[in-house]
Structures are given as structure tokens and as C-alpha cells.
């Protein structure tokens, strides 16, 4: 199907690929199906786009932890685990929101500021189910390592 996003244009959608978040995604749950996009012409490609099917102005960037060289150990509920479907810990794919902080001080655009990543709430996709979750509020211990 084709599907007009006010971000990415118009593209093509193999509705078996589609990602459900059967509760949305806090604050947007009336957004419950999406489509991951990432640019085809990197064989590891460093940031992907979420595009909600329901709302085609929401649009999420996306990047996966070893990116910035984070590793997350995630203890999932049981439900959790059911919600995602999951066949074992292999069948999960961790993916972090990326935003610009918006700089009310220096009045600077949203789009021109650094990057940064939210670190306690990551995405959850389940890889068979196509099943998705946001893991909220996550404790973190933070290690350095130096070279």
C-alpha cells in the first residue's frame, strides 16, 4: 500500500511488515501500527525511521543501542514476554527515540541542535510477532570504559 508521510513523502508499504504496538506508544495510543524505514543503501544503517500509519505527521528517529555503544540488559514481566511474543531473548530488537532538545534560551531550531538519545525508555519489537512495546522508566547503571 502506499502511504503518504508528511515526513518521509510518499511511500510503499508491505503491510506484512507492518510493527503493531497493540497499546501505542504513551501519549500517542491511538498509534498502534507503524512501519520501521531505514536508508537501503547502508548495510548497517545508523538511524531508522519509525512512521506511525495512523497519524502520518508522527514520525520517530530511531538507532540501536551498540550504536553509541550502549548495552542494555532488560528484564522483561511475563507479560511483557506475552505481549511481544517472543520465542527467546534472541527475538527482540532494542531501538532508541533520538530528539533534539529544543533550546528555549538561544531560541535555536528544534532541527539544528545535538542529538541525543532516550536511554530510559527504549523501543521493544518483537522480531517474529512484529509485536512492539516502549519499556518505560528503566533504572540505569552506567559503566565507563576506558581504552
Not at 527482540?92 to 531560541?107: G, N
Request: hydrophobic content about 40%.
Amino acid at each position: 500500500m502506499r502511504f503518504d508521510s508528511k515526513q518521509l513523502g510518499t511511500v510503499e508499504v508491505d503491510e506484512s511488515t507492518v510493527i503493531t504496538f497493540p497499546q501505542g506508544i504513551p501519549a500517542l495510543e491511538n498509534c498502534t501500527r507503524f512501519k520501521l524505514f531505514h536508508d537501503i543503501t547502508q548495510a548497517l544503517p545508523q538511524v531508522y525511521w519509525l512512521q506511525s500509519l495512523d497519524d502520518p505527521g508522527i514520525t520517530f528517529c530511531l538507532t540501536q543501542p551498540e550504536r553509541l555503544g550502549v548495552r542494555f540488559q532488560i528484564e522483561l514481566s511475563d507479560d511483557e514476554v506475552a505481549q511481544l511474543q517472543l520465542q527467546g531473548p534472541q527475538d527482540v530488537a532494542i531501538l532508541l527515540m533520538l530528539y533534539r532538545p529544543l533550546d528555549l534560551e538561544r531560541d535555536a531550531h528544534p532541527a539544528l541542535g545535538p542529538l541525543q538519545a532516550n536511554l530510559r525508555n527504549p523501543l521493544l519489537i518483537g522480531l517474529s510477532s512484529r509485536h512492539g512495546i516502549q519499556k518505560n522508566g528503566l533504572m540505569m547503571d552506567v559503566l565507563l570504559h576506558t581504552p
